[in-house]
């Protein structure tokens, strides 16, 4: 019998940290993130957070974004999943805890589609959304 797997979306900034394998991941989510029952999932507003940071000079990366993600999601085995027009039109009934469009597109997706999200950003508790633990 095979098992289910689970989607777990990742927030940027641990999607950063495993990709550049910063210290700051958690264990929780360096050893969860080898486990093969869940899929990781990369979202494209992830991918446009990271590409605006880098231009501004607030994320230093090994090389452009352009050239760097590709190929570390790739590595990793990251899920990218696009920004869907029903995640974009959730944000409108999402309460407007917190002002972060990245964070706020993010949690929209895993409502609509039942995903949990990864993460260390105790923001996304106050909001109607299951956490990976």
Known sequence: MALKMSKVLVDTHIALWLLTDDDKLPNLFRQKMLQEEHNWIFHQASIWEIQIKYDLG?????TEPRKFLPKAIEKTGF???PIEDEAIFMLGRLPSIHRDPFDRLLISHAVINNWKIATVDSVFEKYPVKLFE
Do not use: A, G, T, V
């Open 79 to 81: 899920i990218i999943e």
């Open 58 to 62: 607030k994320l230093p990366l090994p």
